[in-house]
């Protein structure tokens, strides 16, 4: 219906025609006629409704008393229909000079409906339209509205969206306006021709650009659809690439999208100048600032003489040498490279030319934003004071210690703004507060602990004051925790940290028979510590700590003990040997070196740590351990983060002598590894350890040991040393994937635990030699059971059919306690089958692993998966090679 707009005509009533009288033919005339001059006799307005009459006449010139002609009527309809008021215009009473205008008004919109749009919700539409209730309706307005629908259907990609728009008549002359949407399929780039390239192949461009060829492999890509500013980005990007491979002369000559005539798809042509290639010439600094040896500045330039041209070198340099003025004080340098091409020897020689500036000072530092942060908590990480002068670097630490912080955006900035004076600088902290409080309640499962359960309550920044408070508790079948702790950051605003933590753990300790987890030994730990620290330096720092400990290690009675006692048959002697209640009393200190550029993500910079800790301040325990750890992180090639962690530590004993096969350093105080410390191994996999293996008879009935892996009893020991190195790579991610918070990585692991006495053999089975074979049988063991002096104990028949027992060999006791009779009585023992125990796993050969991983903030909690295969581990080692955690923290 309001396809098409017809133009309303003037009505304009012609003059009636007059007879003429017939008479004589007259004298040639003397001069030409004068037509006669009309007059508006009277004018008037009719069919206006909502518009008075003397409105719609101010909007033509025509006026009582004034000539008139059809011109200038025709004129007043023109004025009166651009007003955009009426839908029909005419005049009526030409002939007699009593002017009527006669208008029918436009409608009121009643309402304006969209119907069929699913990609584009109405509210994103209506704020683009100008149509809106109570206005007036006009075919001009709909017709744009339209145009502008299609526009914001066309940068979703959807160049075949049609709309159709209705009008629907109702009462006192209003109408309800409704836009027909048909979205139509999304347009996708079907192809992307490059013409004119010589060097670089079509595939090697097209990975340049954002905009991506719809195929299989691109299915789950925003970027397949057409958008012409990302037409014009690509071309950007094309000329980047270009600039840094040498083509200075590089240019896009045309680029060209044409739609497919059905409207589904875009073919993109590019046609392409590449130029010859140049490579750098001489590469000089001219600084107009004497502070600067200009020869010294151009050797320290990632630019050089006799390299290939490139771009993003000359921006490097440049950010170089601004980067150089700031740390000397200039806080506004302006550094431009000046090219002189040379086309006869391809070379392209470069002048960076710092211009004269006046050293900066920093006038003040705005911190705003903080609506719950104290001003003191973000202004105590400024490394600079108002007054100081203007450091680059000391700025650039400033933004490290407040990201490092947790507080605030990821990309926090300190702006540097001119102050009041030439010389003076404002430091700008415009910080965005994020969520520090964590309160969580959770459930997840565990390859390492199966079914767990965590509440936990942190606030990063306790009171506003950078404060850190958290209590948690963990429970699942094998370990329960609770623990409470504070962190004073600043104690007395000064820049000493104290803190304390209160605990509660309960850890059963697990070996595997088959697909059973069986729990070996349990350690119940209460305490609590103390810790404090100080800064050194800008990057080093002293922490010193105490802690009280109350130990408890114990087995299951009814599976290790026999009359009361730990039976090193059931439970080996090592474990037996492990049991008590201890007291341990330490005291520590942590000598750190941290130059990272986020405590939390880091990307850059290198952490170092020494520490040892001495145990014997009182309590049962005394040891000293040292521990050293270091990592170091690059962020290069655009967004790709390496990183080496290694970490290795020994534990020496204090103590006397404890015996024979006994190590002095207790088996709950050694070191160990496995998952998740090192990947592709299980819990505990790496490192000393004693496997219990059984004979049993084969088919043919000869004896010989079990082969089975998951029947072998495999008990880990620990070592009183060990080493750990990491190397991970984290590749660059799209925004998209970012936004999931998906962390991929691909990593190699390579350790080892070692250093442990040599366990004494749990027993010493009887063998004998069959005489039909002649080899050596391993027979069973059989031990008295005695009472709790160590007599022998025996078993005799009562009258009514039980037994009793007593440590008469023959006969009974009489009141006395002497044995009395003949009669001989049953010995009573317990028999044990044979085993063989083997100590394996004790060596400082690396075990080596590889794989990748991935980090993944879900809305279900954190989780992680690593798939890794181990290439090198010694015998006895543990291998597994799929882990993942849910629920935990990583």
Not at 54 to 65: A, C, D, I
Not at 725 to 749: C, H, Q, T
Request: overall charge neutral; some cysteine; aromatic content about 10%.
């Amino acid at each position: 219906m309001l396809s098409g707009v017809p133009l309303a005509a003037a009505q304009i009533a012609p003059a009636p025609a007059t007879a003429v009288p017939q008479t004589a033919p007259a004298a040639a005339p003397t001069s030409p006629a004068v037509a006669p001059t009309r007059v508006i006799k009277s004018l008037r307005v009719e069919g206006s409704q909502r518009i008075e009459p003397e409105t719609v006449m101010s909007y033509t010139k025509l006026r009582v008393g004034q000539a008139y002609t059809n011109e200038s009527l025709d004129q007043a309809l023109r004025d009166l229909l651009a007003t955009d008021l009426f839908a029909d215009v005419s005049i009526a009473g030409v002939e007699t000079g009593d002017i009527a205008i006669r208008v029918r008004e436009n409608p009121i919109i009643n309402r304006v409906l969209l119907e069929g749009n699913k990609t584009l919700k109405s509210d994103k539409i209506t704020k683009e339209i100008k149509l809106a209730p109570r206005q007036i309706f006009t075919r001009t307005a709909v017709r744009q509205d339209v145009a502008r629908i299609v526009e914001l259907y066309r940068r979703q990609g959807r160049f075949a969206a049609r709309i159709d728009p209705k009008m629907v008549s109702l009462d006192q002359n209003r109408v309800d306006v409704i836009f027909e949407i048909n979205e139509g399929p999304k347009s996708k780039v079907r192809a992307i021709n490059i013409i004119g390239n010589t060097v670089f192949s079509d595939s090697k461009l097209r990975g340049q650009m954002v905009t991506k060829q719809a195929r299989l492999t691109t299915f789950f890509s925003s970027n397949t659809s057409y958008d012409q500013d990302r037409l014009a980005y690509d071309q950007q990007k094309l000329r980047q690439f270009y600039l840094t491979q040498g083509y200075a002369d590089f240019r896009v000559t045309s680029a060209v999208a044409e739609l497919t005539p059905d409207k589904k798809d875009f073919i993109i042509t590019y046609v392409v100048e590449e130029g010859p290639r140049y490579k750098f010439g001489d590469v000089t600094v001219d600084s107009d600032i004497r502070d600067f040896d200009n020869t010294r500045l151009a050797a320290t330039l990632p630019v050089k003489k006799g390299e290939w041209f490139d771009a993003k070198k000359v921006e490097d340099s440049v950010d170089s040498l601004n980067q150089a003025t700031g740390l000397f004080g200039y806080a506004f340098t302006d550094v431009s490279p000046d090219y002189q091409r040379d086309p006869d020897t391809l070379t392209m020689s470069v002048n960076f030319h710092i211009a004269e500036a006046k050293r900066s000072y920093v006038e003040r530092i705005d911190v705003t934003g903080n609506r719950s942060t104290q001003d003191k908590v973000i202004r105590r990480e400024i490394r600079l004071a108002e007054g100081d002068a203007f450091n680059s670097f000391q700025v650039k630490r400033s933004q490290d210690r407040i990201n490092s912080l947790g507080f605030f955006q990821d990309k926090f900035e300190i702006k540097q703004t001119p102050g009041s004076a030439p010389d003076r600088v404002v430091l700008e902290a415009n910080v965005e507060e994020k969520p520090t409080g964590e309160l969580s309640l959770s459930a997840g499962y565990s390859s390492l602990e199966r079914f767990i359960i965590q509440a936990g309550l942190t606030q990063r920044n306790f009171r506003g004051k950078g404060q850190e408070f958290r209590a948690n508790i963990d429970y699942s079948i094998y370990s329960k925790s609770a623990q409470i702790g504070f962190t004073e950051p600043y104690l007395f605003d000064k820049n000493i940290a104290l803190g304390v933590d209160l605990f509660r753990r309960d850890y059963n300790s697990f070996n595997y028979l088959g697909d059973q987890r069986q729990t070996t030994y349990s350690q119940v730990s209460t305490g609590f510590q103390v810790r404090t620290g100080v800064p050194l330096t800008e990057y080093l720092s002293l922490s010193g700590r105490y802690g009280l400990t109350f130990d408890n290690v114990g087995l299951d009675q009814a599976t290790y003990f026999t009359g009361g006692v730990c039976d090193p048959l059931k439970a080996g002697r090592y474990l037996c040997e492990a049991i008590g209640k201890r007291t341990s009393s330490t005291i520590g200190y942590s000598l750190v070196y941290d130059s990272l550029n986020s405590r939390l993500r880091p990307t850059a910079g290198q952490r170092l740590v020494l520490s040892q800790d001495l145990a014997g301040l009182g309590g049962d325990v005394r040891y000293i351990r040292t521990r050293f750890e270091a990592s170091k992180y690059w962020n290069f090639a655009k967004g790709f983060i390496f990183s080496i962690s290694a970490e290795g530590g020994y534990i020496a004993s204090l103590e006397k002598s404890r015996g024979a096969g006994i190590d002095k350093v207790r088996i709950t105080d050694r070191f160990y590894l496995g998952e998740p410390q090192i990947r592709g191994f299980d819990i505990r996999g790496v490192g000393p350890r004693v496997q219990r293996i059984a004979y049993i008879n084969d088919a043919n009935g000869n004896q010989v040991l079990q082969t089975d892996k998951n029947q072998i009893v495999d008990d880990a020991l620990g070592g009183r040393a060990y080493y750990l190195v990491r190397f991970e790579l984290e590749p660059p991610l799209g925004a998209g994937i970012r936004e999931l918070g998906l962390r991929p990585s691909i990593f190699m692991d390579v350790g080892a635990v070692f250093g442990v006495t040599r366990p004494l053999p749990t027993a010493t089975f009887p063998t004998h030699v069959d005489p039909t074979t002649g080899k050596t049988i391993v027979d069973p063991l059989v031990t008295p059971i005695t009472d709790s002096s160590g007599n022998a104990l025996y078993s005799y028949a009562l009258a009514d059919g039980t037994f009793g027992t007593t440590t008469c060999a023959a006969g009974l006791p009489d009141a006395s306690g002497a044995c009395n009779g003949v009669s001989p009585n049953n010995a009573l023992s317990n028999t044990t089958q044979p085993f063989l125990e083997r100590f394996v796993g004790d060596t400082p050969r690396p075990r080596l692993s590889i794989g990748f991983g991935v980090n993944w903030n879900s809305p279900f909690g954190p989780l992680r998966i690593d798939i890794a295969k181990a290439l090198l581990h010694s015998k006895g080692d543990d291998t597994k090679l799929v882990t993942f955690n849910v629920g935990t923290q990583f």
